[in-house]
């Protein structure tokens, strides 16, 4: 039985194999340059890349099964150059070079375009895409460089050259572990646990109530009222704070002169007041947002059916807007529990709170306990914001919309 002849995929050695040998010699050129020879990594990148999709393209169909030989490959170079580092970095590089030789050598650029595309059409297409994942790297890396720090097993904001080797010893909890039991941060962490639900529960009853209120055809002026009750979104917080300094200094000074109440109880007080104040404005234009696709008729029927005012609220408007009302309070919340500018004006040292704290650190002692501290932060951001698109997209579905 004769063998069958393995065809060649058209513009393999004219398109394929160089577009991905030019990739590969990109990458070379950056380890190369981490080893002192950028032009000899410049030279052998571009070698195996370009090889790499020709074998993966030409003689792999399995673009799965090609996927793990490219990362193995990739993953055994890199070993034999940087040992267990060079290995996992290299597993990376080769799943990402052997995805772009399949998608540049079966044509995969131009999916979800017509066939009729020009080819100016689709560089646009694919460089949009480049640009988007480009800014959306500018934005998240800053980000991502501070969890692997937090593991550092030294007191340093810089990467070891054991954790760069993936040595178990250059790692660390330690800074996990101060966070978690030094009163210095646990005090502060406390405060703020204790300031952001409180200043949420005031914005979110004053937000979702004026929103219902500014929803209504007959207020007099309520774009004017929209305007200033959004204010404190708009206005430099700088300004926001040095008025509610001056504003709330006075407030503490009647209630302790007159009130008789202690001067940390009046602390809390006034920052918790001035946090809802920051947070209202979220509240009210998630609620606004919500009750634009409110049918108002419900509300009526509910009426004509003998329900009285409250009744109505909470029984048939509040379940249709509670999705927005939620999101509105996460975004008050996230708001309180990060800010840092107001409480240092409104505050004292008994209302440091977690981001006063994390200031502090940086300014006054350098404590790389602050990377233990972003790095929980951001696993608890990522939380609450996954928790607001759940909420977004239940409420489209309860109105109707099919998310997307």
């Known amino acids: 039985m004769a063998k069958k002849r393995i065809l060649p995929i058209p513009g393999i050695w004219s398109f394929t194999v160089p577009v991905n040998a030019a990739a590969g010699a990109l990458l070379g050129y950056m380890v190369g340059s981490t080893n002192g020879a950028p032009f000899t990594g410049l030279l052998l990148g571009a070698l195996f890349a370009g090889a790499l999709a020709y074998v993966l393209v030409q003689h792999v169909g399995s673009r799965r099964t090609g996927r793990l030989i490219g990362a193995a490959a990739t993953a ?3 070993f034999l150059i940087a040992g267990f580092a060079g290995f996992v970095f290299g597993a990376f590089v080769g799943l990402i070079l052997s995805w772009f030789a399949y998608w540049v050598g079966l044509g995969l650029y131009r999916a979800g375009l017509p066939s009729y595309a020009t080819m100016g059409e689709v560089l646009w297409h694919n460089s949009f895409h480049l640009i988007c994942g480009l800014i959306f790297f500018f934005l998240i890396a800053p980000i991502v460089v501070v969890i692997p720090l937090s593991f550092n097993a030294q007191d340093f904001f810089t990467f070891t050259p054991e954790m760069l080797a993936l040595d178990p010893a250059g790692y660390s909890l330690k800074h996990y572990q101060d966070f978690f039991t030094n009163p210095d941060w646990t005090r502060p962490l406390r405060n703020s646990f204790t300031i952001a639900p409180l200043a949420t529960i005031l914005a979110v009853s004053f937000g979702t109530l004026a929103a219902i209120g500014l929803s209504q055809s007959h207020v007099p002026g309520r774009r004017a009222i929209m305007a200033i009750l959004i204010s404190p979104m708009i206005v430099p917080l700088i300004i926001s704070a040095t008025g509610m300094f001056f504003f709330y ?11 008789g109440m202690s001067r940390d109880l009046v602390g809390y007080i006034k920052v918790v007041l001035a946090h809802a104040a920051l947070g209202i404005p979220f509240v009210i234009i998630t609620v606004t947002a919500t009750l634009v696709g409110f049918d108002r008729s419900l509300t009526r029927a509910a009426a004509s059916l003998g329900a009285g005012p409250v009744r109505t609220f909470f029984k048939v408007q509040m ?11 996460l975004f008050a919340f996230i708001t309180s529990f990060d800010e840092v500018v107001v409480v240092l004006f409104v505050g004292s040292a008994a209302q440091k709170t977690l981001p006063w704290q994390m200031f502090t650190g940086l300014r006054e002692q350098i404590s790389p306990t602050i990377l233990a501290v972003a790095t929980v932060l951001v696993f608890f951001s990522i939380l609450l914001l996954t928790t607001v698109e759940f909420l977004r997209r239940r409420s489209e579905r309860l109105r109707g919309i099919t998310p997307s």
């Open 249 to 259: 200094s006075k407030l503490g000074n009647w209630m302790e002169g007159s009130l």
């Open 76 to 78: 055994v170079v890199g």
């Open 319 to 329: 379940p249709l807007i509670l999705p927005g009302v939620i999101s509105g309070a």
